[in-house]
């Protein structure tokens, strides 16, 4: 599989606070990526280094196999997309669509304004006097128009009411499945997407928690609750990704592949086992109070 993305050291800081530190990774063309991760998890920083917007401190980036700072010949094949952008002048929306077509090689015109259209959009009305959600769609509407080879999408239904956020993702996967090409898409709410995505990243605190195809998330890890003398004979030499002791009992996540014989042990000692979906994975892989039992929140001070 070809390579769009590919970050080699790559880290990037904001005077002496570290956005992204050592980022490895090699994104996977044409496929519906999302980008995971806590705000200020670096998700953004990570997104305008694909875009060319800015240079990495140390490292290297490479978008179509190329450095994407300064060069045009990768970045009209990329388009960022994020909730409200700050124009110089009070254009109209007619103006915006307009001014995409004339960058934008690719940019279809006709479903723009069909898509201005099934969303009630004026396309005489001023960018500027739009609400923060009808803001978020007109970039997406700009965004997804272009079908650039690699289209980012930072955290794009922000303001957004539920209908118009489904609606969003339908036209969203719909497209993809018409016109393949690179899209990904950061949000912090992985429940909403998961269904459209093909693959995930995970960031927390700058770094890459895990990249993985969204079939393999399903089978990476299981949880499995009972007592607490039992949850931790069970936890002894496995690898654990969460644990918690509750008063009504206790629970741990196992980071590995469910066997036969994990299926046998659990039976002997009285354990449930249950699946772990993507959206849970995440909050386990970024919860930094791993060890932090909540009833503590409730003692009594003696």
């Not at 063309?29 to 705000?39: A, S």
């Not at 450095?67 to 002048?89: D, G, H, Q, R």
């Not at 930094?288 to 003696?302: A, P």
């Amino acid at each position: 599989m070809n390579h769009v993305i590919e970050m080699q050291q790559l880290s990037f800081s904001y005077g002496k606070k570290h956005a992204l530190k050592n980022i490895r990774i090699q994104m996977n063309e044409n496929q519906l990526i999302g980008l995971i991760g806590r705000n200020g998890s670096g998700k953004t920083t990570m997104m305008k280094l694909c875009a060319g917007l800015l240079v990495p401190k140390s490292g290297e980036i490479k978008v179509f196999g190329q450095n994407p700072v300064n060069n045009l010949s990768v970045l009209n094949e990329v388009i960022y997309s994020y909730t409200k952008v700050p124009f110089k002048a009070p254009l109209t929306l007619e103006r915006i669509i307009t001014d995409f077509g004339r960058f934008y090689e690719h940019f279809d015109m006709v479903f723009a304004y069909k898509l201005m259209d099934y969303f009630s959009l004026n396309h005489r009305a001023k960018y500027s006097s739009l609400s923060q959600g009808m803001c978020s769609l007109v970039s997406f509407i700009c965004a997804i128009s272009t079908r650039a080879k690699l289209t980012l999408l930072d955290e794009p239904v922000i303001g957004m009411d539920i209908t118009i956020r489904h609606m969003v993702y339908e036209i969203l996967l719909r497209d993809y499945m018409e016109y393949p090409r690179t899209i990904i898409i950061s949000s912090h709410i992985l429940s909403e997407i998961q269904d459209l995505l093909s693959e995930m990243i995970i960031i927390d605190n700058g770094a890459v928690l895990l990249y993985k195809a969204l079939d393999e998330l399903q089978t990476m890890a299981y949880r499995i609750e009972g007592g607490r003398e039992e949850v931790e004979t069970f936890l002894t030499n496995r690898t654990v990704l969460y644990k918690e002791h509750k008063v009504t009992g206790s629970l741990a996540v196992l980071e590995a592949s469910f066997d036969a014989a994990a299926d046998k042990e659990c039976k002997q000692l009285n354990l449930s086992l249950s699946k772990v979906t993507p959206e849970e994975l995440y909050i386990y892989k970024t919860n930094d109070r791993k060890e932090m039992d909540i009833e503590c929140l409730w003692e009594k001070q003696i």
